[in-house]
């Protein structure tokens, strides 16, 4: 369960299911860094339903400013990522585009100047997919970036995404290889954009290894709605990027029992464990006092 924020210093708080009389809870702290071998894909739905959100239909001469409403958003998103890439580029493409939306076209790697001109029309020659298979598109990426120590995949969508399971099942695939270092560490994020995004699809996605022997060990997904983001820095807010903080925190329950103390350095991802019924805790870290709710 995500919980809200109580500090612009945290990005997601997340508190997991009772277990035994405890509940894990993770706190990631909100970073802005450039991180050394970090390949970043865009992935940008180019099915059929997304030809009104790029305006497709209407020649470009009877446009109105903001008809094209995806625009703005790629754009955005890419010059955002560009600052984290490792090495200042990334690489879009379309996915689910051409017959049953099993395939994707490249947009080359781009960098911080060229993505302020890049055309963001949809998929060239009209190849709009008639499906919507997401597996097409993180196998493109996976292939690419093979050697990458790091992967960050954004991926942008309108609607339901009719391969999940199977992506599911490639994802649980390649957990194992991310967890023993024979894929760089990964973390795959899926935007939904519109109003005919599946909320049941991306909160699947989100919480695919709650269960599993995976749980507690990788979080590869992350799931985020465009209309709830109040800016591009949410994106980062569920990213694992290894950093550990100089100084020190400690962590009450709210009985006042002492939960967690880091000491010289502080984990971005801050994981501990509470009594079932906790409420709150309070947490001491940079010279603050910050009591965040856990329900």
């Not at 709210?254 to 991802?269: F, R, S």
Request: aromatic share 8%; glycine share 10%.
């Amino acid at each position: 369960m995500v919980i809200e924020k109580a500090s612009p210093l945290f990005g997601d708080v997340t508190v997991y299911p009772v277990k035994n009389g405890k509940q894990r809870v993770e706190i990631y702290i909100r970073l802005q860094n450039k991180v050394e071998g970090m390949q970043i894909g865009i992935a940008i739905d180019g099915s059929s339903s997304m030809q009104s959100m790029f305006a497709a239909q209407t020649p470009k001469l009877f446009r109105r400013a903001g008809d094209n409403v995806m625009e703005p958003i790629v754009r955005g998103l890419c010059r955002y990522a560009c600052d984290f890439s490792g090495d200042g580029t990334i690489l879009p493409i379309y996915w689910a585009i051409d017959a049953g939306g099993k395939e994707v076209e490249s947009l080359g790697r781009l960098d911080k100047d060229t993505v302020k001109t890049m055309p963001v029309e949809g998929p060239s020659n009209n190849r709009w997919g008639t499906g919507t298979l997401l597996l097409p598109a993180l196998d493109y990426f996976l292939t690419e970036f093979a050697n990458a120590p790091w992967i960050v995949l954004l991926l942008i969508t309108d609607g339901v995404i009719g391969d999940l399971d199977a992506v599911i099942t490639r994802s649980m695939a390649i957990a194992p290889d991310i967890l023993d270092g024979k894929l760089g560490k990964c973390k795959f994020v899926l935007v939904g954009v519109g109003e005919e995004v599946s909320e049941e699809q991306i909160d699947k996605i989100d919480n695919m290894f709650e269960g599993t022997s995976f749980e507690g060990k990788i979080d590869l997904w992350d799931g985020k709605f465009a209309a709830t983001m109040n800016d591009l820095q949410e994106i980062w807010d569920e990213v694992d990027f290894g950093i550990k903080l100089p100084g020190n925190a400690r962590i009450f329950d709210d009985k006042g029992n002492e939960v967690i103390t880091y000491l010289d350095e502080i984990p971005q991802v801050m994981s501990f464990a509470v009594a079932e019924g906790t409420t709150s805790v309070r947490i001491e870290i940079a010279g603050m006092t910050i009591i965040q709710p856990l329900a």
